[in-house]
Structures are given as C-alpha cells and as structure tokens.
C-alpha cells in the first residue's frame, strides 16, 4: 500500500526524473519534485496531479539543499519514504541531508545509474567513473543502511529517450571545431566507433524506467539492481566476459572502421 507516502527526487525538469515524478504521483505518492527554475516547476505542475509539488532544488548547493530537507521534515514530520537521485551531481550531499528522514521511515533510496554504471566504454572514461560511483555508492550504502530497515537500489537504464541527445549532438560538433587536426586524425576510428554506437542505441520511453522505479518502491522484496532496456541488459552480460575478450572484441572494431 502507497498510504501517501512521501518522497523526493532530483532533476525532474524532463526524462527520467520528470516520468518518474509523475508517474508516482499518479500511483498515489506524495512527490516533492526537484527542480532548478520556476518555469520548470510551473511546466511539471500542468501535467502533474496535486499529490506533486515541484520545488526548487539546486543539488551543487549545501544552502539550497538544507532548506529543502528543512521545508520536507517539516510537512512529513521527518517521515520520508523515499529519495530518487536522478540528477547526475550532488548524490552524496542530498543523500546525507535526507539520511535522518529516511531511517526515521525506513524508507528507500534509488540511484539513478546508466549502462556505463555496468561496463566502461573507450572515450567515456570520465563519465563512465561516475556512474561506476554512483553504483559503489549504492553497494555501500546497501549493506550500511541495512540495519535500519533501508533499502539501496540501483537502477541502470539503456538508452532512454529524452532531448538530451540533441543537446549532446550539438555539444559534439562543437567541441569537434576545437580539436586540433592531428589529434582528430589520431582518435579518428575512435570517434567513429563512438558515434556508430550511439547511432545503434535503441531509446526506450522513459516511463519504462519510471514502471522499474514504481517496483523498487512498492515491491516488498525489491531488487538490488534494475538493469532497464535491451542495452543495458547487454552491457550486463557483456561485463561478466573476460576482460582480455572484451578489449580484443572492441579494439576490433575500432580497428575496423579506422581501415
């Protein structure tokens, strides 16, 4: 049973956070939506019910943050049940400032990772680093928060659909234009490998990932990791081959289309 309870999450401007909002709205949560603008909260609330309220939450912070966590005890009664980290920073300290809530609940905190949170990729390293972190933090603080009757999900989903592909798009052509001439002709099938991945990703609707979240929050025995979409699912079998497989498997590729 949902009982009203309450819960917060990061980044629900658009994708996942934004179908995650709502769609736990419609299953009967109290959902305090975070957001960076008042033209964002107002946007969400035309297509929310009145169990959504969308707050102002800047996740980089300390101040913003502590007033949230502040402006929640109070109209829970310090008893929250859940805690979405969608947005891509700002995972620890908005975790640290809900902890006391949450135990006071018993409730539950998912991590929103990727398919990089399951297998690194050659020219992600950096993100790939953070969503591995993201997935170490939820291992730990699976087993730490434990005895509190918490639970400590990851959910990894594939390719979701969301206009942050364009914005990427138009990120990299950018950044391209900066790159000098003999680097570009170095990393060549490098970036060919790159962008031929991203034309074969199949984008799953991001209420796929918000029916996952729905579960890790009303299953009584809900998993320790969602692996959402047919990607992320292969990056996870793709992860338990032999490391020396994996890189001759790629290199090959790579090499492929540098011919």
């Known amino acids: 049973m949902v009982n009203n309870k309450a819960i917060i999450i990061t980044g629900t401007s658009t994708g996942i956070g934004k179908a995650c909002a709502l769609h736990l709205a419609k299953e009967g ?26 707050i102002f939450l ?75 972190a993201v997935r170490a933090i939820t291992d730990s603080l699976r087993v730490e928060l434990k ?31 900066t790159i000098r001439p003999e680097i570009s002709q170095l990393y060549a099938p490098l970036i060919k490998f790159g962008d031929k991945m991203n034309g074969e990703l199949k984008k799953i609707p991001a209420d796929e990932v918000a029916k996952a979240v729905t579960h890790a929050f009303t299953s009584k025995k809900p ?8 990607d992320a699912k292969g990056a996870a079998k793709a992860a338990k081959l032999p490391k020396g497989l994996m890189d001759k498997n790629i290199l090959k590729r790579i090499q492929k289309l540098g011919q």
Do not use: H
């Open 147 to 177: 005895p509190f009757g918490m639970s400590v999900i990851l959910v990894a989903p594939g390719a979701v659909e969301s206009e942050i592909w364009e914005k990427g798009k138009a990120y990299k052509k950018e950044l391209y234009k």
């Open 29 to 54: 949560f109290n959902v305090y939506a975070g957001v960076r603008n008042q033209a964002d909260g107002d946007n969400l609330k035309k297509e929310a019910s009145d169990r959504l309220t969308p």
């Open 223 to 230: 998993k320790r990791y969602y692996i959402v979409g047919n």
């Open 58 to 132: 800047d996740v980089t912070n300390a101040e913003s943050i502590s007033a949230v966590a502040g402006v929640i005890e109070k109209e829970t009664d310090g008893n929250l049940f859940g805690l979405i980290n969608n947005a891509g920073i700002g995972l620890m300290a908005v975790t640290q400032a809900f902890i006391p809530m949450l135990r006071k609940g018993k409730g539950r905190i998912i991590n929103i990772g990727s398919t990089s949170s399951l297998l690194a990729f050659p020219g992600a390293s950096a993100y790939s680093a953070s969503k591995f």
